[in-house]
Every structure is written in structure tokens, then in C-alpha cells.
């Protein structure tokens, strides 16, 4: 006698897609590592915090890839009070205690200095985050910290990119890793390569304790809330089209732009041998057509 075949419940089905999804999370948050050697034997690396769903999953993800990696690091988070308004003070402290991480509360009232010279109406994210990196920063040192993980991911990459080209006019985008302006210290975005969807999901299935920003996060009119939105909405007419923009900051070609700081365009002669560079690689419309042999890997895909 056959078995009778039952098709999996709806809790089996959702533990396959969390399983899935936390493999996902993990192995993308390995790769950057890996790709851009942001941690290192020794290190202390410093996770910032804040109460939202990014670093809420940055830390939680790096918990567990120390746990298994072959390198032994150290971590600490480190959580600004802003002293915003109603911000329950209470909910980070008692989280960081049951995730068994050491951490550190820093308490700066810079929500006064922003309402005082922000004029109501204006965007307050630039003198905010000016605020908050100084100090950041000014901590890293005092713990001792030789990394600074910030929960940045790859929507948020690609919003960067794109607000520098409307309204900087900069082809410039947000690094995986980097030096701060100072030189003292190395700031690094273990989620580079991770989908703010999945994010959004690894915290809900987490119950992280989300603590709303009473600042930007209250800004419904920021040209970046705007950008988000372009992007989501391309994400969700034309598949593919934002891992191929992600995948293209990492794929540049300098002979193909304008900046004469970059690339020798004045001294530029023809030398008669063939440039695998040239001008071959576009079509009739001056786009680039690279056959599936050539294309390149996107590396964050699950």
C-alpha cells in the first residue's frame, strides 16, 4: 500500500523559507567580509546600534558568524542616546543583555543642538549625522575599537548613488569599507550585500524591539524617502534591474566616463594595437550589450 502524500502546512513551509532566509543573510554578510577583509584576527569591532532593524540584524548576524568563523574577533555594541524625546532608554540595555554582548550606552543630547539650528521644515539628517559620527568616532577610540560596523545595506548603497548624481552631481556611492576622514579609524557595512526586504523579514521573524527615529525617521518628505520609493518601484516593474546597478559599483570602467582626474583622456593617442576597452563593446545606441559569457556574477544572490 502506497503512502498517501500530505503537502507541508503552512508552519512547515514558512520554517523551509526562514531557514532559507537566515543562510541567505549569513552567507551574503560572510561574503563582503570576506570580498573587502573588514575583519581581521583580533580585532574589536564596534556595532553601532541604533534601535532600528538594520543594526538590530547586523549585530544579531554577526553574533552568529563569529561563532562558527575562523578568525577570533571581538564585539561591542555601542548605542547614541540622542536623548530624542520619549525615546524608552530602557529597551536597548535590556536586549543587549539576554544577546550576552558586552555594550555601551552613550548618552549626548544632540537632539537639542539639531531642533536649535535646523529651521522647522528643513531636512535634518546632514548636521544629525555630522553629530553622531564625531562621537562615534570619539568612542572607537575610547573602547579601543578597531572597526566601526555600521548597518548600511545595498538599498541603501544604491540610494546614496543616486542622490550624490540628482542633487551633487558626483558619481559617488556608499563603500562597503573605508577610512575615516580623520585616519584613525576603519568604518565597515557588513550588510553590502543584502536586500533591505530580507532585513525586513530577519526582524520580524527576530521580534527585534524597533525603537522609531523621532528625527529623519519622522521626515515623510526627504528627497532619500523619495529615491527609496524610485527604486523599490523599478525593483518591482523590472526584476533584476537593482542587482544589476549594485553589481555595476563594483564593475567600473573609467575609460567609459568623463572625470579627466581619473582617466588620461588629454594625452590619450592612438597606438594601432586593440583596446579590449574600445568602443566595440556598445551598439548602435551607444549601450552596452554584454553576451551571458561576459556578463558578471552578481555575487549577492542567494
Given amino acids: 500500500m502506497s503512502a498517501v502524500f500530505e503537502p507541508p502546512t503552512l508552519k512547515e513551509r514558512l520554517s ?22 573588514m575583519i581581521e584576527e583580533g580585532d574589536k569591532v564596534m556595532v553601532c546600534v541604533s534601535g532600528g532593524k538594520d543594526s538590530y540584524a547586523l549585530l544579531d548576524i554577526l553574533i552568529g558568524l563569529r561563532a ?10 555601542v548605542n547614541l542616546d540622542q536623548k530624542q524625546p520619549g525615546f524608552p532608554d530602557h529597551v536597548l540595555p535590556k536586549y543587549l543583555k539576554q544577546a550576552g ?4 550606552i552613550e548618552n549626548q543630547d544632540t537632539y537639542s543642538i539639531v531642533k536649535r539650528v535646523i529651521p522647522e521644515g528643513k531636512t535634518m539628517c546632514s548636521l544629525c549625522s555630522r553629530l553622531r559620527r564625531g562621537i562615534l568616532y570619539r568612542v572607537a577610540g575610547e573602547l579601543g575599537a578597531t572597526k566601526i560596523a555600521l548597518g548600511h545595506h545595498r538599498d541603501d548603497m544604491l540610494q546614496t548613488l543616486f542622490m ?13 569599507k573605508l577610512v575615516s576622514d580623520d585616519g584613525k579609524n576603519i568604518v ?16 520580524a521573524h527576530r521580534a527585534f524591539p524597533i525603537i522609531p527615529c523621532t528625527l529623519c525617521g519622522s521626515q515623510d518628505n526627504l528627497q532619500r524617502v523619495q529615491t527609496k520609493q524610485m527604486l523599490r518601484d523599478w525593483d518591482r516593474r523590472f526584476p533584476g534591474r537593482i542587482d ?4 555595476a559599483m563594483g564593475n567600473v570602467v573609467p575609460s567609459h566616463l568623463m572625470d579627466r582626474n581619473l582617466y588620461p583622456f588629454a594625452t590619450l593617442k592612438a597606438t ?11 551598439d548602435d545606441e551607444g549601450c552596452d550589450t554584454p553576451s551571458p559569457a561576459t556578463a558578471i556574477p552578481i555575487r549577492a544572490q542567494p
Fill in 188 to 203: 565597515i557595512r557588513p550588510l553590502a550585500y543584502v536586500n533591505e526586504l530580507d532585513l525586513e523579514r530577519w526582524a
Fill in 101 to 104: 554582548v558586552p555594550f555601551h
Fill in 272 to 282: 594601432g594595437v586593440a583596446d579590449s576597452a574600445g568602443d566595440h563593446a556598445f
Fill in 16 to 37: 523551509v523559507e526562514l531557514t532559507k532566509l537566515s543562510k541567505r543573510l549569513h552567507r551574503q554578510v560572510g561574503q563582503a567580509i570576506v570580498d573587502f577583509n
Fill in 68 to 77: 562558527r568563523a575562523p578568525i577570533d574577533f571581538e564585539i561591542v555594541a
Fill in 164 to 176: 550624490n548624481m540628482f542633487f551633487g552631481a558626483k558619481l559617488k556611492g556608499m563603500p562597503a
Fill in 244 to 247: 544589476n546597478m549594485f553589481n
